[in-house]
């Protein structure tokens, strides 16, 4: 069935999922959830795409996840049925996501936009964690990724404050990869994503699993890992020809393989 809160294109190597609740400033509910993971994880087993792109509209990446979905549950509905389980797989897909983010990125649009591995803001947007104003907390990955990110101060500056920071002061703060004027957003993210996407294809998963070992294990466990993905990409053709194209002062032709 065609999804419905959300829009998905390909563009050359490049899927595009757009989240596409306008109604509710991109709130995240339980059905957009799903369409998102679903869309994101077919990009993900297809070999044709090598970049993915996450935007909203140009006033909200996302609001945060539905509060009016939220409102009633019970504490035991959160464990038992745990209705935003999903979204661990799309942070753990192998395949390099840029998220576009223009306008707000709240609460869960924050924490969707860090489980991507580019930021690129439109210098209009806002960053925040608000949860402590509706009497809750961060509940996917706020509290760990923003420390992670730009570090305990930071984070608990805008987790127990719930102010909105400005894409410039994300940028500083380092929750932003590039920040660019509103207008030009999806037009530079299309541009950086086409290159990453014509990129060896094994050496971006490679590069990507290494860069989230950086942040889930030791130095020593993270610098084995890489060890070993880096020897692992002589196999490729991609290596070879990556290589030789250098030697030989030409573009390379990869294979993806
Ligand atoms: C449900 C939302 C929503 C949200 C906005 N809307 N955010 N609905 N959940 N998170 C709806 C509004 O109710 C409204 O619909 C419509 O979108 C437009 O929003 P307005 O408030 O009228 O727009 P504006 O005045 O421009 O204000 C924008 C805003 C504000 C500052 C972003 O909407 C806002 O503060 N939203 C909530 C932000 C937030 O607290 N996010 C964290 C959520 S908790 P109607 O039909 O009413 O007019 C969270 C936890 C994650 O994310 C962890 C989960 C496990």
Redesign the pocket.
């Known amino acids: 069935t065609a999804p419905e809160t959300i829009q998905v294109e390909t563009r050359g190597r490049v899927g595009w999922i757009t989240l596409d609740r306008p109604?509710?400033?991109n709130?995240?509910?339980a059905q957009i959830m799903r369409e998102v993971v679903a869309a994101a994880t077919a990009f993900d087993a297809d070999p044709a795409i090598g970049a993915i792109v996450l935007t909203g509209s140009a006033?909200?990446f996302?609001?945060?996840?539905?509060?009016?979905?939220?409102e009633a549950k019970t504490s035991v509905d959160?464990l038992v049925d745990d209705?935003?389980g999903e979204w661990p797989r799309f942070a753990a897909i192998r395949t390099p996501v840029i998220a576009a983010v223009s306008g707000?990125a709240?609460?869960?649009?924050c924490?969707l936009a860090m489980m991507c591995d580019l930021i690129v803001a439109a210098d209009s947007a806002r960053f925040?964690?608000?949860?402590v104003?509706?009497g809750?907390l961060?509940?996917?990955g706020?509290t760990q990724r923003l420390v992670r990110a730009i570090g305990y101060y930071k984070a608990a500056d805008m987790v127990l404050t719930g102010r909105?920071i400005s894409a410039e002061d994300a940028e500083r703060a380092g929750l932003v990869s590039r920040v660019v004027p509103a207008d030009d957003l999806l037009d530079e993210v299309a541009t950086i994503a086409e290159g990453i996407a014509a990129k060896s294809l094994p050496s971006l998963y490679a590069a990507k699993a290494a860069l989230d070992a950086a942040l889930e294990t030791s130095l020593a466990e993270g610098l084995r890992f890489e060890r070993h993905a880096f020897a692992a990409q002589f196999d490729t053709h991609d290596q070879k020809e990556g290589m030789a194209a250098f030697r030989e002062k030409r573009d390379p032709d990869f294979t993806h393989r």
């Open positions: 109604e509710a400033l709130a995240l509910n006033k909200a996302a609001a945060g996840a539905d509060i009016k979905e939220m959160w209705p935003f707000y709240l609460g869960g649009g924490e925040g964690q608000p949860e104003n509706l809750v961060p509940g996917i706020g909105l």
